[in-house]
Structures are given as structure tokens and as C-alpha cells.
């Protein structure tokens, strides 16, 4: 099984990629994690804002890999405990299906990537910038990998 964190947005601050790099080494032999950064749509003065959610979204189903297991990351979805997590993490490895966790741009994603999504995740109700987000995902499915290998890294 395998994962990929598909994220709207470029060029990622130096803090951010090293501690997203950190814990791809960390997840490498209990989940591989591939970063796939999405060129945003274009904004700004006199450009339409659903062009380019409809863009990304595009590009985001274009970078799903077959048959996956699809958790967009969204305000409204699911929350779960590190606990919760974890069980999720089993539960998604015994279906034997690669995992693919989505960012979407500013606006959110778009209505197809929503639509095609097995599951909606939240990490919570504060609004992160999506950089820090992807460290987040990142750490916490390292956490949840870490606690069905009964590894001391989390200490609830």
C-alpha cells in the first residue's frame, strides 16, 4: 500500500518541506507517502474564481491513482482523535487499496473532487494555511502508522 498527498499550490517554504521530508523518511517502510503539488488556478483582479477551482479540480482527478482510496481533506469532513485515526489507517489498509489525501486551493476543492471522494477528513475547525496543512497530514498519519506498529513515538 502506498499513499499520496495531492496538494494545490507550489513551491513549498523550506520549514515546510523539511518537516514534510522528515516524515515521508519516517513513513517509508510502513506507508510511502509521494508529495504531488497541483498548479493553482489563477486568481486575481477580473479572473473568475470558479475557473480556477474547476481547473484544479481537473488536475487533482488527473493525479488520482487507479483505484484509490480517495480522503479529501475539507472543513466540514470527519475529525478524528490520533486514536481514531489509527483506526482508520487499519481499516483503509485492509481494504488493500493505495490511499490518496487531497489539499485543494484557497476556495476549497471542486464539486468533482468532492463528489468522487470515498471520504471527507478534518483537521479541525481552524483555518491553516495549506502548506502547514500538508506537514500535518504528514505527521499525523505518521503518528497513526506508528501506533498500529506500536511504536513509542505517540504517548497518549
Given amino acids: 500500500m502506498k499513499a499520496k498527498l495531492i496538494a494545490t499550490g507550489e513551491r513549498a517554504p523550506g520549514w ?55 480522503v479529501a481533506l475539507e472543513v466540514t469532513g470527519r475529525a478524528y482523535t490520533s486514536e481514531q485515526l489509527a483506526q482508520r489507517l487499519e481499516h483503509w489498509r485492509g481494504q488493500g487499496r493505495d490511499l490518496a489525501f487531497l489539499i485543494g ?21 481552524l483555518t491553516l494555511p495549506h502548506m502547514l496543512a500538508r506537514l500535518l497530514v504528514a505527521e499525523q498519519v505518521y503518528r497513526a502508522a506508528a501506533m498500529l506498529a506500536n511504536h513509542p513515538y505517540h504517548r497518549a
Fill in 16 to 70: 515546510v518541506a523539511q518537516g514534510f521530508a522528515e516524515y515521508q523518511k519516517r513513513l517509508s517502510h510502513w506507508l510511502p507517502l509521494e508529495l504531488v503539488e497541483i498548479e493553482p488556478g489563477l486568481r486575481g483582479k477580473g479572473r473568475d474564481a470558479q475557473r480556477a477551482i474547476d481547473d484544479e479540480g481537473r488536475r487533482v482527478l488527473a493525479a488520482l491513482p487507479k483505484n484509490a482510496h480517495v
Fill in 105 to 125: 486551493g484557497p476556495e476549497g476543492h471542486a464539486a468533482e473532487v468532492l463528489a468522487m471522494a470515498n471520504e471527507t477528513w478534518s483537521l479541525g475547525p
